[in-house]
């Protein structure tokens, strides 16, 4: 079973830029897809950036985010960060993190409390 808490939101002002952090405890971290999810107000929860397990291979879910978002696992903190450069108004939501097995197109069994994340001037 993993444990993953998330980190690092906040209020950023257009084209500014956020590091979030997911936190796991647990075993085998290594061996997880972990993937970065956000929710707006009133819109269904989407998938932002996900990282396969064991390869670290990444794949890319929302073309808006491509270019301006960028995902990595440290192993010897047990996290996944999200930075994320030129924030726009339409990247606010709540976001989560989701770990599953192995590979993101398998689906995502655990999930953190969520960070909330504002673009605003």
């Known amino acids: 079973q993993l444990h993953l808490v998330e980190s690092g939101g906040g209020l950023v002002q257009p084209g500014g830029s956020l590091k979030l952090s997911c936190g796991a405890s647990?075993?085998?971290?290594?061996?997880?897809?972990i993937g970065w999810f956000r929710q707006a107000p009133v819109k269904e929860r989407e998938g932002v950036v996900c990282i396969n397990g064991t390869t670290d291979s990444l794949v890319i879910q929302t073309t808006s985010v491509k270019g301006r978002f960028t995902i990595s696992r440290d192993l010897a903190k047990n996290t996944v960060d999200l930075v994320m450069n030129n924030l726009q108004p339409g990247d606010t939501a709540v976001y989560y993190c989701g770990a599953g097995t192995f590979y993101c197109g398998g689906g995502f069994t655990y999930w953190g409390q969520g960070t909330q994340v504002t673009v605003s001037s």
């Open positions: 647990g075993p085998s971290f290594e061996y997880y897809a």
